[in-house]
């Protein structure tokens, strides 16, 4: 039975998840760490499985020495293994709280025994052993569910976990809320960079680049060197088919002196298949010496890639050289023989030499190695049709569309942006071939002994092939080799690897290559962690380099208090370790050793104080003065806290959970509320008002003739007369009918909803508009009247278009038309807010009553104090049948107004607020980014999932009332014209929705274009608040953005940085800050040298200048004046009329 000295343990606690990376167990260095952690990971094991961790400090004896617990003495499991990992998965996601929810107040042992686990998860974290590690964090997390986000170290681990297991999905999930709560976290370049990677692999290309540019901005340590991450932006431009800044981020890499051999040859490998498959790049000639110049010189860099060996074969076969095509596979498949596409290809090579056999050979090698491979599948199925093999070829080609509709869930989005034609052709003569031979083969006499002999032998028999047999075997060992943590994970886990093969490129026509295999990459992080210029040599320089900015400006007295805290989530202390080549440790105090375990329970003291303290000490009954007095005991050694406008202890923001109450067929296709108006007295009556209030949606039909509004103001003669030259943004779409939407290659229906942007001019549009209803009256006059109509959209009357049940018959009759689905062109975002050029427009609208105008005192948005295209201005949509606004809540919830200007109708889909949740999960099932994302529910899917769906048809006239929150998409019937913008009644359900988007906004990285702090101080100033909800919510954004400030300019002052007082010019936007898009408020920093002043939020700031050394600080608003407006905002009473929810 081993020991494990006293000193031994006090390092071992002094891990967790931030040294992931940095710390590297499998260099022989490290082998005594590694003994201690495994050592240490066996004793927690025991603890756990005991049910029980006794207190540390009755563990030592006189010697200072923990004895190891009896194995034998263990009862049941120690811990579950990755076999269990779907079940801990469905606990999350159940949110299932059964199990006891412990906290500071419980029992010592009760709080050592969950503290132990997520120690034990950060120790498998560092061992590599990701699914032992989840499993631990899971059970972790089941404990702690009501405050989980108040361990950082915690979050980070389980990203990380999440990350090597591929599940992208919570990964993803779990870094965004640790940004969002601690920008500057230890390794939020790492959280940034893996973030960067997982969402370019998911296919949200912007925000990917956003996250992988602010990697760059850090000065802590990082397991990517700069090149590195440049390199993973350059080849984002790449997927992105941006060849040109694809091509000069490569160039550049190669111009740089000290860019690794390893990095050289990924990059001359892209740059050799860009050249290969980008026509753009220059005459073919040109390109294909290029290309194999460029993949040569990868190979000299990196002569064991059999990954540039592979795409050099491709080249040779694209150019009709058969010979030195075979040679480089051969060396491929020596280099990696597990290479699917190597074989593939070989395959196609035997195939066009008329060498069948060998061709079945190699493509049984691939779908063995990939039993996904599509394109080995088609081209085996190809060779047994070409050799009469019908039955053979039928089951091949089954099984190619097996795993093109089991990819395509995960694919779709890429596809649309960089599947060639010949691959949707591929897709779709599949389903043709497979058809025909379904007709031949059911008229197919019986096989009999006389049959004419197969030229090939079966699948079965070609499985069991010596070859194949070895080649299987072969596969085995290597699967064994490799540590089960790497291995492929089911389809339930979550998405393939960051480096995918491109299913797209491995048909025989060469098409453009996404990424490298993943066996050369997939691992890149550890791979390049490994290198000797990124990696410290011991656990001593990791903690100092870790722990620098936390106390190199602490006082003395503070880092010895730090010492006993050797596992709370954000301070690493650097005085633990003395330098010596087996890293001996000072001996700690027995009180800090007594606390062990138990610290964990204190992860929420943060910056210097609990976050039960300040949830006391920062009240809104507190004036300006004591708020002051408050925020100066405020410790300034560290960066003040991101700033919420939420409560204080409030979780991060995250989707609700749709409500229980199980709807009936009816309750799901509920009436849309209406009202009639008939004359302008309806229309300014307070119940108007409140009706629309009331409901997710309304409609207020005969609203223009009420108010004789005149809407031809807003037709397209009047607006070609009035600005022809007007920019008009133009979507390119797929013309379908309302209740369809189907994918690329008209499979299926799908979720996702493709349109490609252009711009013209209202002139030009205008014109299109008018052509498009003169094609349409030439297609409709040789026909009946009943069939009168545009294809696929005015088929359905007002009445069909209520129930999508009716109009299932409709669905199947067009399905033949789908093939050919002609495109449209949607007018889309004209902007109407210059008063000058749109007057008699903007001065119609004024007719409105109160609530519904663009301008009005009750109006929050006419509060912002400036311009926010299409919310406090009017924006004009120009359709034509079938134009679409994809599904979408309004920006920050706001409430908005949308006028049918005719002559033609529109068809809306809303879902209520309550169920907004829902809908996310639907789309993150589709894959689909619910903010960043376009996309057009299948309703089907949204009555399997309980939620209601609203269906109306908005005639010319109609005002359609969008309430906050509501989830709505859009497609017009006829040709139509419809004017649209945003209000923001003066209710707390309104100011509440807002804020809570404003926070999930910056949870998802995604810029909130209303101002929200901006707009608070505004409304503080501008109005009297007699509704309590309300005057709670605005006065804790006060509350919170005022601390905020306070605390900025303690801790800029305490870096020895002026302040500047810069002002505000009259209706000067809001500022945002130009790396995170975040609201910056009142403290502002910029770049002194920089021409083009950029403003930075303090995070980023930091980023640049851990100092703030070269860095400016201003101020908008003087300190007096945001205490008299804070002091002054207080609750109105009155006896008239309040606004309410």
Not at 252 to 275: H, P
Not at 574 to 581: A, F, P, V
Request: glycine share 4%; charged share 20%.
């Amino acid at each position: 039975m081993g020991q494990i000295s006293f000193e031994e343990d006090c390092l071992v606690r002094e891990l967790d998840s931030r040294y992931y990376g940095f710390l590297d167990l499998s260099n022989s260095k490290n082998a005594e760490i590694k003994n201690l952690v495994q050592q240490t990971v066996t004793n927690l094991q025991n603890y756990i499985s005991n049910g029980q961790v006794h207190e540390m400090k009755n563990t030592f004896d006189d010697k200072n020495v923990i004895q190891k617990y009896d194995p034998s003495n263990v009862a049941g499991e120690h811990m579950e293994n990755s076999s269990s990992q779907n079940d801990e998965d469905s606990k999350i996601l159940d949110k299932e709280t059964n199990e006891k929810g412990f906290n500071s107040d419980e029992n010592p042992q009760d709080e050592q025994y969950v503290n132990a686990l997520c120690k034990l998860g950060h120790l498998h974290l560092l061992l590599g052993e990701y699914s032992e590690a989840l499993s631990a964090y899971q059970k972790y997390l089941r404990f702690r569910e009501k405050n989980y986000w108040t361990n950082h170290a915690f979050m980070y681990g389980i990203g990380i976990a999440y990350f090597k297991l591929r599940c992208f999905k919570w990964a993803i999930k779990s870094f965004q809320e640790l940004l969002y709560l601690s920008p500057n976290f230890t390794c939020a370049n790492e959280v940034h960079l893996r973030l960067g990677l997982m969402l370019k692999h998911c296919g949200e290309f912007h925000i990917a680049l956003k996250h992988l540019q602010l990697s760059l901005l850090y000065t802590y340590p990082s397991t990517f060197s700069e090149l590195q991450v440049k390199f993973q932006i350059a080849h984002l431009y790449e997927v992105q088919n941006k060849h040109k800044a694809a091509k000069d981020g490569y160039e550049f890499l190669l111009n740089e002196k000290n860019i690794s051999l390893e990095l050289k040859a990924d990059v001359y490998r892209q740059l050799g298949w860009m050249y290969h498959c980008v026509e753009c790049l220059g005459e073919k000639k040109e390109r294909e010496a290029n290309a194999l110049n460029y993949l040569q010189k990868s190979i000299e860099a990196e002569p064991k890639s059999g990954q540039s060996l592979y795409l050099l074969g491709r080249c040779y076969a694209g150019i009709n050289k058969v010979h030195d095509a075979f040679l480089a596979y051969r060396n491929s498949v020596e280099k990696s023989e597990g290479n699917a596409d190597t074989w593939c290809s070989i395959g196609v090579l035997y195939q066009q030499q008329n060498q069948p056999t060998d061709a079945l050979q190699a493509y049984i090698c691939a779908v063995q190695l990939d039993k996904d491979h599509k394109a080995a599948w088609t081209n085996l199925g190809i060779l047994y049709e070409s050799c009469g093999q019908l039955r053979d070829a039928y089951a091949c080609y089954l099984n190619a569309t097996k795993q093109i509709s089991f990819q395509s869930s995960l694919l779709r989005k890429k596809q649309a942006i960089r599947m060639k034609r010949d691959t949707i052709g591929l897709s779709k003569g599949l389903s043709q071939r497979i058809t025909f031979l379904e007709g031949q083969l059911s008229q197919a006499p019986l096989p009999s002994i006389t049959s004419k002999r197969r030229t090939l032998c079966s699948i079965e028999e070609a499985w069991n092939l010596p070859i194949s047999l070895e080649m299987n075997s072969r596969q085995q060992q290597t699967a064994q080799m490799i540590p089960r943590q790497n291995t492929k994970q089911s389809p339930i886990q979550g998405p393939p690897p960051p480096y995918p093969h491109s299913q797209l490129s491995q048909s025989p026509i060469p098409a453009k290559r996404i990424k490298e295999d993943g066996s050369g990459q997939q691992e890149l992080i550890q791979n390049n962690v490994q290198t000797s210029s990124q990696l410290h040599q011991n656990l001593k320089d990791i903690s100092e380099t870790l722990s620098q900015r936390n106390f190199n400006t602490m006082p003395e007295s503070n880092k010895v208090s730090e010492q006993s805290v050797v596992d709370t989530f954000d301070d690493i202390s650097n005085d633990i370790y003395k330098h010596s080549e087996t890293i001996k440790l000072e001996r700690l105090s027995q009180d800090a050793l007594s606390n062990n375990l138990n610290e964990d329970s204190r992860h929420h003291e943060y910056n210097g104080g609990s976050t039960s303290d300040l949830s006391t000490t920062f009240k809104i009954q507190m004036d300006s003065k004591q708020l002051m007095a408050a925020v100066k005991q405020l410790p300034i050694d560290e960066p003040p806290v991101h700033c919420t406008i939420l409560q204080v202890n409030a979780p991060p923001p995250s989707p609700p959970d749709c409500p229980p109450q199980k709807l009936t067929r009816d309750q799901l296709l509920p009436p849309t509320p209406s009202v009639h108006l008939e004359n302008k007295k309806n229309a300014f009556s307070p119940q108007l008002q409140e009706f629309c209030l009331k409901h997710p949606i309304a409609v207020v039909r005969g609203l223009a003739g009420a108010l004789k509004l005149d809407l031809g103001l807003f037709s397209t003669k009047t607006l070609v007369e009035a600005n022809p030259d007007h920019s008009v943004e133009v979507r390119t779409q797929v013309h379908q009918s309302p209740d369809e939407n189907w994918d690329t290659s008209q499979g299926k229906r799908v979720w996702a909803c493709i349109s490609h942007r252009s711009h013209t001019t209202i002139a030009k549009y205008a014109q299109y508009q008018a052509s498009s209803f003169q094609d349409s009256l030439k297609l409709i006059l040789p026909q009946d009247e009943s069939d009168k109509g545009f294809p696929g959209s005015q088929a359905m009357s007002d009445s069909d278009s209520k129930d999508s049940v009716s109009n299932s018959n409709i669905v199947l009759k067009r399905k033949k038309h789908k093939i050919n689905s002609k495109m449209l062109r949607f007018g889309t975002n004209v902007d109407l807010s210059d008063e000058k050029k749109w007057k008699p427009q903007l001065t119609e609208l004024q007719k409105l009553p109160a609530f519904a105008r663009v301008i009005s005192a009750a109006n929050m948005l006419s509060h912002v104090g400036h311009v926010i295209l299409g919310m406090n201005t009017v924006q004009l949509y120009m359709k034509v049948p079938g134009s679409r606004t994809p599904g979408h809540q309004e920006n920050n919830n706001f409430c908005s107004i949308n006028i049918n200007i005719g002559p033609g109708d529109c068809e809306w889909f809303a879902v209520p607020d309550a169920y907004w949740g829902g809908v996310h999960n639907l789309c993150e099932k589709n894959n689909i980014s619910y903010l960043h994302g376009s996309w057009w529910p299948v309703l089907e899917d949204l009555y399997k999932e309980n939620i209601p769906v609203y269906r109306f048809i908005q005639k010319p006239g109609d005002l359609v009332w969008v309430n906050a929150g509501c989830v709505h998409w859009v497609q017009s019937v006829g040709w139509c014209n419809n004017i649209a913008w945003n209000v923001g009644p003066l209710t707390g359900r309104q100011y509440s929705l807002a804020i809570e988007r404003y926070e999930w906004n910056k949870v998802q990285a995604f810029k909130s274009i209303v101002p929200m702090v901006h707009l608070s101080w505004n409304l503080a100033r501008n109005i009297k608040v007699s509704d309590t909800k309300l005057f709670e919510l605005i006065k804790m954004c006060l509350l919170q953005t005022l601390k905020n400030v306070l605390h900025i300019q303690e801790y800029v002052k305490s870096k020895g940085v002026e302040i500047r007082f810069n002002g505000r010019g009259k209706n000067e936007a809001s500022h945002y800050c130009g790396q995170c898009e975040v609201e910056v408020f009142n403290v502002l920093f910029i770049k002194e040298q920089e021409k083009r002043h950029v403003v930075h939020c303090l995070s980023c700031a930091l980023k640049l200048s851990p100092s703030l050394q070269g860095i400016v600080c201003l101020e908008e608003y003087r300190l007096s004046e945001l205490q008299r407006v804070y002091d002054s905002f207080t609750l109105h009473r009155t006896q008239g009329l309040a606004y309410t929810q």
